[in-house]
């Protein structure tokens, strides 16, 4: 399961009505959404990127398995998928989000979406090999960069509301805090950031990749930022315009040094460990 992209410039505005759970955009919003697809080039290449994902661990998994690919905001939808491997004469339906980190605003609709006869694999950022592939970005990164520099681990910000008593924070800290041991990244040169909020007037979860940027551009023992986006797997429009282009753009002209680690897409490595992962919950 994924939360979906338009599959083309038509489907944008429907795209975007699911999202906001029925409600059409306005012509400004509608514009907004579609100028940052522009300067993507576009549009994002999440959907082939997902495709790509789907394709490894089908592989990794082999015939025994039906593989399925819904999506919560456009088709096919989860509950197509749903259809899709039970017509195929599937006995048995494990379900996995692609993103690794569980929570009820992160992953719990797309679980209640898979309904109560499927497993689901909730949360797999312990998987030794997706935590190994971002401490290696993170190094890559690094490399490049000035010797003052911190790292900040950036997720999805979501609403006060959803977050209380729930387990996404902790599990973004964890992750966080191995992959940066993994890296030889000391406990003072790294920090948890949030980005890409929605537009409503409620509380998000901060600070924002823009705060950490001015405040580090501040900082006059800080020269650069290097940002892993733990909470993503793929290159899509949160990712490639709102760190690539908005925040670099911020830290250009804050002269600040800035760098994005690279996404896991359809790394090979990390798909064959998260189809085990499925292997072991089918009990296969």
């Not at 490894?56 to 456009?74: M, P």
């Not at 980190?101 to 949360?123: F, K, M």
């Not at 312990?126 to 490049?144: H, I, N, S």
Request: a negative charge.
């Amino acid at each position: 399961m994924a939360y979906g992209t338009p599959a083309s410039a038509d489907d944008v505005h429907a795209y975007y009505t699911h999202i906001r759970h029925g409600r059409p955009p306005t012509d400004e919003q509608l514009a907004d959404l579609r100028a940052r697809y522009d300067a993507i080039g576009g549009l994002s290449p999440l959907r082939s990127i997902t495709e790509a994902q789907r394709d490894r661990i089908a592989s990794a998994l082999g015939d025994e398995f039906t593989v399925a690919l819904g999506y919560k905001h456009t088709a096919p939808f989860i509950e197509d998928a749903m259809a899709s491997v039970r017509d195929a004469g599937a006995r048995e339906v494990v379900g996995v989000v692609l993103a690794p980190h569980d929570g009820r605003g992160a992953i719990g609709e797309y679980v209640e979406r898979l309904g109560p006869a499927a497993r689901a694999i909730r949360s797999w950022h312990d998987l030794p090999e997706w935590r190994a592939f971002q401490a290696a970005a993170v190094r890559d990164a690094l490399a490049a960069m000035p010797a003052r520099t911190r790292v900040v681990f950036s997720a999805h910000s979501l609403p006060e509301r959803i977050l209380a008593g729930d387990c996404y924070v902790d599990e973004l800290v964890t992750s966080a805090r191995a992959i940066a041991a993994i890296a030889g990244v000391h406990d003072t040169a790294w920090s948890i950031g949030w980005q890409s909020a929605g537009r409503t007037p409620e509380p998000w979860r901060g600070p924002d990749i823009g705060e950490i940027i001015d405040a580090a551009a501040a900082d006059p023992a800080v020269d650069g930022l290097v940002v892993c986006a733990q909470g993503f797997t793929a290159d899509h429009l949160e990712v490639l315009y709102d760190l690539d282009i908005a925040a670099r753009d911020r830290a250009a002209s804050a002269g600040l040094a800035f760098a994005r680690t690279a996404m896991v897409n359809d790394d090979e490595t990390v798909l064959t460990a998260l189809a085990a992962r499925i292997r072991a919950v089918a009990g296969r």
